[in-house]
């Protein structure tokens, strides 16, 4: 029942005591005993020469507001798919934002009741649960698990650090999603600009006074293709093309992404990791070891998105979660 | 040479260059359902499935030599800045009467393709809104009106002004302007032209998510926020991460002091700490430090008792002890922190209001956290004048209206009145972008452009402006409500050099203006000030008033919420926008339409499930909407979205969810967003698409 490889969350006393431990890392048994995951791999890593580009996602500032999904979705054309599709779980957002609720009473109880009892306890939803918020899109693994599943290299690592898709390379096998751990990766099922099933809530792909809307440097994807996020290559490409017409390197914070621009709390940083001054570099620098983290960091996948741990400033001596109960 | 894949292509009957269009055979189903359910009906053989691919794989590639030829005509003289598939930003302002937001709008190739923050402006920072997001495919909403007609006869400007012009030097009785909060200095110059030459003309603003309690609390002006000077918030049911007065602004200025690093041993990371009094589980409470969920009719106790414990006034009694424990300890930290703490409130009673007011006084944070001399603009409107219009409507008093931008019939608690009451008026003109539940009543139809095709200046606080340009010409005939207000007021002047000129006061009329006006055009943004705020008139309620009369509000039975969304709002133009529909709820997780989110114990004890449908009404009025069970709703209460349940804004928003608004209550001093409602269980079911 823990998602503590997932989400991360501490309190802001711990936080002031020492920041060194509101973070719970992963450790593997290796012959030299517990390691890092990252330690142990089968895999040869890639040479990044120019660029490694790269995210980290503050828990702390993100509320949770969605102005990233729907920035990306305009960015990207991304379809709209109706309610229907909705129950079928085939909607097309590629940056979803994931809600957790947890409550904290069960936390000393395994000593006190048994596991067996705590579990059965923990099924039982409290009243006035805590939330978190997570935004997730795909994680761009410099060992990501879709590429080496895909038969025809629709989906490849860039040179740069990004997980990329190749729709007209793409057959449909649906490989890559089902290997995917972060299920961020989706599939085209239908075509969702010209089937008439969805005029009337894609209607703006249907007309030439709706397409008008969309963005001429991205695809609109067709049926039996998977998609996902590209990490806004055609805003990095146009920032490095910007930056070449004027003889110099891309500056720190010229490009961003589509949803790091739209954040209202700036939750979102994007940048280079290549880059030692960048900011991410500085960030990740800083808070390695103290609220850095990758999703599911046991799987050696190793994300390019990285998450700062949530810090509360509740106590939990007077967090009303038990007596509401 | 010619290549072919069968007879029918070789022949070319016209039945096969009728299909050959179809990406699908339509008598070949997608089948929808879940396996198992499907009848044998549903499902084609499987020789005919060969069959038909083989036809339509043929009729897909004859097809596409089929493609119409579009011809692209080259610039005869290319403008200066624009250059084919390189995009421009122009800055510009997103405001609907909800969130106010700067912008800088993308354009290529002459189209607006995407909005982003402005980071030039003081206000939202670079921040941006779901809902202003999603606002450029508004832009190309086919279901906006393409030209100005009377009783759905087409005609040109002209001959719609004339008779608009005669209409109001006829008109016997008032007429009434309706419009939702417009806090643009120019637009209101050019509605006071309109009313200077027909004195009979009134402007009256109301607003669908009103804060006239709040307003009148504080003796006429809205007070202007800074949640980052706070380092204790409590609120009082307001989601002003969300969707409460200007959440973007509101957001990043929370985050401020939400932000940790600790690479300074010298500074000990500090963080606000935010209380959150509320009933249904909202964006702000589930980012609030403690939260405790409470009934809304024990809202005004709450903020009595908090005021008593601030002030050491006594104690309240009649609150749950684990209430009166939250609110002591809130209290207390609130004291410890005072001149650099807030609490605000997002009730729309006056009285509960001014216990607030009397709190952030005594915590003498009236000049640091919350400014009254520079206020904030976003909402203007007077419910008790609205209710009077509705009054005055139904009398037979009011001898014309003009609606601009606004929708009473669809969200005013009292609209299904309105509605009635509209069609034996002499004299009704709107001015909204489509024909909606109000505009279809009206005999003259004037659409207002987009605002990305129209000029406008804006002003969301003093001392605070920003301009609107336009990134595209309008797309259909249309002209913007400024300029016909202008026509109609019998000047021929173009509102852009009317706004132009409002802008010398603000600018200084020296020697510099073109170069500062040009300075303006393209920060989008400026220091200045043009809005004045309307001279109060009523009374401030004082404490031992606003006592009385909160102590008078005890309930029984169950009480719903009615809460805005976040991506709907309060369905506007935004719920013809399927971006937003399909948005999941931050919490819920819901898409496309609303529900009554019940808490678990209700649930369980009422033997509901799920997208059980129930019936909830009040007022002597009822909708029918599925049921969620949502963990955080306060136990005796369920809550409900408006901006669902629109019948006429066009083919994407028609008929998802039900209107809530008319389980409102529409009381003398306000618009009250929460009733005792009563469920019954219809039998039917409707699934919820949750992600």
């Known amino acids: 029942m823990d ?42 890593d890639y040479q990044y020469n120019d660029h490694h580009w790269g995210m980290a996602i503050d828990l702390n500032s993100c509320i949770g507001c969605g102005s990233c999904v729907i920035g990306c979705q305009t960015e990207n054309n991304i379809a709209v798919v109706g309610k229907q599709q909705v129950i079928n779980r085939r909607e097309m957002h590629w940056m979803r934002i994931d809600r957790y609720y947890s409550s904290n009473h069960h936390e000393d109880e395994f000593e006190k009741n048994g596991k067996l009892k705590t579990y059965a306890e923990m099924e039982d939803p409290s009243d006035n649960p805590q939330v978190i918020f997570q935004p997730m899109m795909c994680q761009h693994c410099n060992h990501a698990p879709c590429e080496t599943v895909c038969p025809v290299l629709a989906t490849t690592h860039s040179s740069e650090g990004l997980n990329q898709m190749t729709y007209n390379r793409c057959v449909g096998t649906r490989y890559c999603a089902n290997n995917c751990p972060y299920k961020v990766r989706r599939f085209n099922w239908f075509s969702y600009y010209s089937n008439e099933k969805f005029e009337d809530v894609n209607g703006h792909m249907f007309t030439d006074l709706g397409r008008m809307v969309l963005n001429p440097d991205v695809t609109v994807r067709a049926r039996g293709v998977m998609e996902k996020c590209s990490m806004c290559v055609q805003r990095i490409q146009l920032g490095k093309l910007e930056a070449k017409k004027q003889k110099r390197r891309p500056k720190d914070g010229e490009i961003v992404t589509a949803c790091a621009q739209s954040c209202p709390t700036e939750a979102i940083l994007f940048g280079d990791m290549r880059d030692p001054s960048s900011r991410l570099s500085q960030l990740l620098r800083r808070e390695d070891g103290e609220r850095a983290f990758h999703v599911l960091d046991s799987i050696n996948v190793q994300p390019n998105i990285t998450y700062l741990t949530k810090i509360r400033n509740g106590s939990a001596e007077f967090f009303p979660a038990e007596e509401n109960a | 040479m010619k290549y072919w894949k069968g007879i029918e292509e070789l022949d070319n009957s016209p039945e096969f260059v009728k299909n ?59 403008p200066e800045e624009v250059d084919p598939t390189i995009s421009n930003f122009y800055a510009s302002t997103y405001f609907t009467g909800s ?81 939702p909060t417009i806090i643009s200095p120019s637009t209101k110059r050019a509605i006071a032209a309109l009313t200077g030459r027909y004195r009979n003309v009134e402007h009256i603003m109301y607003d669908v998510n009103s804060a006239s309690g709040l307003i009148q609390a504080n003796g006429g002006v809205l007070p202007a926020y800074d949640f980052s000077r706070a380092n204790v918030i409590v609120s009082l049911g307001a989601d002003f991460l969300g969707t409460w007065i200007s959440p973007v602004e509101y957001s990043r200025q929370y985050v401020t002091n939400r932000k940790v690093r600790a690479d300074n041993a010298a500074v000990k990371p500090t963080m606000s700490r935010h209380f959150q009094f509320e009933t249904a589980l909202s964006l702000t409470g589930s980012n609030a430090d403690v939260r405790v969920a409470v009934k809304p009719s024990e809202m005004g106790a709450i903020a009595l008792a908090l005021y008593n414990a601030v002030t050491g006034a006594g104690a309240t009694t009649g609150l749950s002890a684990l209430a009166q424990k939250q609110v002591t300890q809130a209290a207390t930290e609130l004291r410890n922190n005072r001149g650099a703490s807030l609490v605000v409130s997002g009730s729309n009673d006056p009285a509960v209001q001014a216990i607030v007011a009397a709190t952030n006084q005594a915590l003498g944070n009236v000049g640091t956290t919350l400014s009254l001399s520079a206020p904030s603009f976003v909402r203007q409107g007077d419910d ?65 452009s987009h605002w990305l095709e129209s000029w406008n200046d804006y002003e969301p606080k003093r001392g605070f402006m920003s301009l609107a340009q336009p990134a595209i010409t309008p797309l259909f005939k249309t002209r913007q409500a400024q300029e016909t207000f202008l026509r109609w007021a019998g000047s021929n002047e173009s509102y852009y050099n009317f706004l132009k000129d409002g802008w010398r006061t603000v600018l200084g009329a020296n020697g510099g203006f073109q170069a500062a006006w040009d300075k303006v055009v393209h920060d989008g943004v400026a220091n200045g000030s043009a809005l004045t705020t309307t001279p109060f008139t009523g009374q401030v309620i004082s404490v031992a008033d606003a006592t009385s009369r909160i102590g008078s509000t005890a309930k029984t039975g169950i009480e719903a919420v009615l809460y805005e969304k976040v991506g709907i709002g309060q369905g506007g133009v935004e719920a013809n926008n399927p971006f937003l529909h399909e948005l999941p709820d931050p919490i819920s997780k819901a898409t496309w339409g609303n529900y009554v989110a019940v808490p678990r114990k209700m649930a369980e004890a009422q033997k509901w499930s799920q997208g059980d449908v129930l019936k909830v009404s009040a007022n002597g009025k009822s909708i029918e909407v599925p049921v969620l069970v949502q963990p955080g709703q306060a136990e005796g209460t369920v809550s409900i979205a408006v901006g669902y349940g629109r019948t006429k804004t066009g083919k994407v928003g028609d008929s998802v969810g039900a209107n809530a608004f008319v389980l409102a209550q529409s009381t003398a001093s306000g618009t009250l967003y929460h009733n005792i409602v009563t469920l019954e269980k219809t039998g039917a079911t409707n699934p919820i698409a949750q992600t």
Not at chain 2, 23 to 46: H, I, M, N, W
């Open chain 2, 384 to 448: 008790a004048r609205m209710t009077q219009f509705v009054n005055e409507l139904k009398s037979g008093a009011i001898g014309g209206v003009i609606f601009y931008n606004a929708n009473p019939v669809y969200d005013h608690p009292r609209g299904e009145e309105i509605k009635a009451a509209l069609p034996k008026v002499a004299l009704s003109i709107s001015l909204n972008d489509r024909l909606d539940e109000t505009g279809s009543l009206c005999q003259y139809q004037a659409p207002d």
């Open chain 1, 3 to 44: 998602r503590h490889e997932v989400v991360q969350e501490n309190t802001l006393a711990k936080y002031q005591k020492n920041p060194k431990e509101v973070t719970e890392y992963e450790l593997i048994a290796t012959p030299d005993g517990l390691e890092k995951p990252n330690k142990v791999s089968l895999w040869q």
């Open chain 2, 20 to 78: 050959a269009f179809a990406e699908f055979p339509d008598f070949l189903p997608v089948k929808e359902g879940r396996a198992g359910t499907a009848d044998d009906a549903s499902v084609a053989p499987r020789r005919d499935f060969l069959k038909l691919m083989g036809f339509s794989v043929a009729a897909a590639t004859l097809a596409a030599c089929e493609t119409p030829v579009h011809k692209a005509i080259p610039y005869l003289n290319k």
């Open chain 2, 99 to 179: 969130d106010y937001n700067a912008v800088l709008v993308k354009n290529r190739d002459g189209r607006p393709i995407k909005l982003e923050g402005n980071p030039e402006s003081p206000v939202t920072r670079g921040g941006l809104s779901a809902r202003a997001q999603a606002a450029v495919l508004n832009l190309y909403d086919g279901a906006r009106l393409r030209q100005f007609a009377i009783k759905g006869k087409p005609v040109e400007f002209e001959q719609l002004d004339a008779a608009v012009r005669t209409g109001l030097a006829s008109a016997t009785g008032k007429v009434a302007l309706v419009s």
